[in-house]
């Protein structure tokens, strides 16, 4: 299958690494130069030294002054690769601090980048390259310095010794080139098959890898013996290996053949070179110093035109991996940030936030999530928003806090279309407890202010308190105690419902005058549960509320309540005047309370 086409160029890869090497990164820069001008005094060292102890024999020069010669040169080659060792060993640090800033440009993407980029699968798989560009000294980003220094000292050297071939037959320099370029077109297009078959051995390697993975995964332990799954997982990474082995052998294959006809051309190129030369030499009594420093310097020739080509070749190799981190770094922004207007809290405090006619599709999808939903959210209002599973209560929220931006129709906050404003700006005014939240490797308090700096001591323990964990969190050792042991081994791992009493106080500690709950209880046993119900009023005391749930007994604390069917809202009341009405909300809740009324007698019975 044919590579699509690398939207930017080599030479844009290769623009954008000098850049931030000269932004930030100059010694990269410099070790380079001097790499590679040490590189090529370490080889015209070596093309001088035979060739010159060879005149000296030839002119029978004294033992003292032949063996100054070799001293002389003994010293320059040891000077010369001692120094390209220090610099080699030096320029690592520098290279590996480069790409961990190239690494920080893309993490500083993903975490400011607009939500909708997040979920689009496209834009995943280009995060996913840009990261594995920046893996190593040896991905993309930190090869592209062999590359250059590479293809640097190549010239030089290809122009040094282009000038002391400059007495031969042109014709011999011809056939020299001509073969140095067949012989790089042939291992270009060798080296390029694994390329182009890239998705085909990801396709054989990922499958097997997979199974592996979860063969030794310990929490699939007790699975994988309950359920006999030895055989049948053995029986499917042995078979996947076998694929991906076989596609692996056909590589070599053809790297074999590749190398034979690499060597087979040079072999012609040697055969008239040598000839060439053998010819010179009886002819018009060429030296032999002469003889070796022209048959050193044709044979290094050679060498130096493969080696621009290669290097050449080898940036071009990399360019569709550069091209993917730079898409990445440079992928648009449907929402405003900087460039947006920016949005000043309200004197009053007062917020309104309404949807005008507001209806949102999901790429590919065939229908709306929600559909044309017409809402007024007053100031300091509390609502409660249900449904069942699909019915598009958390899609309704995400418009409101602006992650997504509807397709058709307005979000306004205080009349104004929220498009409008700096986009973070409009992020500040909103305190969020969604399903899928997010916790670090950082003690308590750094959780609940989402900071490491000037953190509020009292209000993290104040939010704690409200939440209805701040006991449990004096009991681990207080609040700078921490927590999750991917980084610390005195980490500790709080229960589901305590995680989400956490992310809570993390919600209350913001103090946004806009407060969205989804399913904040869902972990929850219904004690804490109905405690927390309890606790809501005063939660969320003074701000603008909206709290989904799929448990109806929480929302008649809601001073108005949505029932949302199919994307549209079907039901709007209170909690007394939906079950008056006698509709589907009412339908919902009587079936709830049957549910736990029939567990309350089934847990009698058990007793």
């Known amino acids: 299958m044919a590579k699509e086409k690398p939207r930017y160029s080599m030479y844009k890869a290769v623009g954008y690494m000098l850049g931030k090497a000269w932004q930030g990164h100059k010694g990269v820069l410099v070790m380079c130069i001097l790499t590679a001008l040490l590189a090529v005094a370490e080889n015209l060292v070596g093309l001088f030294i035979a060739p010159s102890i060879l005149k000296q024999v030839e002119n029978a020069a004294p033992v003292s002054a032949l063996l100054w010669t070799i001293v002389i040169f003994a010293a320059a080659l040891i000077a010369c690769r ?24 893309v993490c500083r993407k993903t975490i400011s980048t607009s939500y909708p980029n997040i979920g689009d699968p496209e834009i995943s798989k280009l995060h996913t390259k840009a990261l594995e560009a920046t893996q190593s000294n040896w991905a993309s980003v930190g090869r592209i310095w062999f590359n250059l220094t590479g293809l640097l000292q190549n010239l ?28 790089h077109l042939v291992s270009r297009w060798y080296d390029g098959w694994e390329f182009r078959h890239e998705e085909e051995d990801k396709r054989y390697f990922s499958k097997f890898y997979y199974i592996d993975d979860k063969a030794t995964d310990i929490a699939l332990a007790k699975d994988v013996r309950i359920f006999g799954m030895t055989s049948w997982l053995s029986r499917v990474y042995h078979s996947n ?46 030296p032999a110093s002469q003889f070796l420093l022209y048959f050193t310097a044709i044979t290094g020739f050679t060498g130096w035109v493969t080696g621009i080509l290669d290097q050449i070749s080898g940036l071009h190799w990399m360019a569709p991996y550069f091209s993917r981190l730079l898409e990445y ?9 900087e460039d947006g207007e920016p949005l000043k809290p309200v004197s009053d405090g007062i917020y309104e936030l309404r949807l005008d006619h507001v209806s949102f599709r999901y790429p590919g999808a065939e229908e709306d999530a929600v559909h044309d939903i017409d809402l007024t959210i007053k100031s300091g209002e509390k609502l409660a928003i249900v449904g069942l599973n699909g019915a598009g209560k ?141 606790k809501y009023s005063d939660l969320t005391e003074g701000r603008t509320s909206v709290y989904i749930s799929h448990r109806l007994a929480s929302t008649r604390f809601c001073d108005r309540i949505l029932v949302m069917d199919k994307g549209q809202i079907t039901e709007e009341g209170t909690h007394e005047s939906l079950l008056t009405a006698g509709g589907g909300y009412a339908e919902m809740f009587e079936v709830q309370r049957h549910y736990y009324q029939e567990g309350a007698m089934d847990d009698e019975q058990e007793d």
């Open 82 to 105: 001692g120094l390209s060792s220090y610099l080699n060993t030096a320029s690592e640090p520098a290279q590996t601090a480069l790409r961990f800033d190239v690494a920080m440009d």
């Open 156 to 183: 030089l050297c290809f122009a040094v010794y282009l000038m002391l071939l400059s007495n031969l037959d042109p014709i011999l320099m011809v056939v020299v080139l001509g073969t140095a370029i067949i012989s």
């Open 241 to 286: 290996l076998s694929k991906w082995l076989d596609f692996r052998t056909k590589s070599q294959k053809v790297y074999f053949c590749g190398d034979a006809i690499g060597i087979a051309i040079g072999l012609v190129r040697s055969t008239i070179c040598y000839g060439y030369l053998i010819t010179m030499t009886l002819r018009e009594g060429l």
């Open 329 to 337: 770094l440079h992928l648009p922004e449907p929402f405003h940030f």
């Open 394 to 534: 958390t899609t309704l929220v995400k418009l409101m806090s602006g992650f997504l931006d509807p397709t058709e129709g307005r979000v306004l906050l205080n009349g104004v279309d929220i498009r409008r404003y700096n986009r973070r700006d409009y992020y500040d005014h909103f305190s969020a407890v969604f399903q899928q939240f997010s916790t670090l490797a950082c003690s308590f308090a750094e959780n609940v202010a989402q900071t490491s700096q000037n953190i509020d001591r009292k209000r993290v323990e104040h939010c704690l308190g409200q939440a209805g964990l701040l006991d449990r969190i004096n009991e681990l050792g207080g609040i700078d105690a921490h927590m999750g042991r991917e980084v610390y081994e005195d980490g500790i791992l709080l229960s589901g419902g305590e995680t989400q009493r956490l992310v809570l106080a993390r919600a209350l500690y913001k103090n946004a005058p806009i407060i969205l709950l989804d399913e904040p209880t869902a972990a929850l046993d219904p004690i804490a549960e109905d405690d927390l119900y309890h």
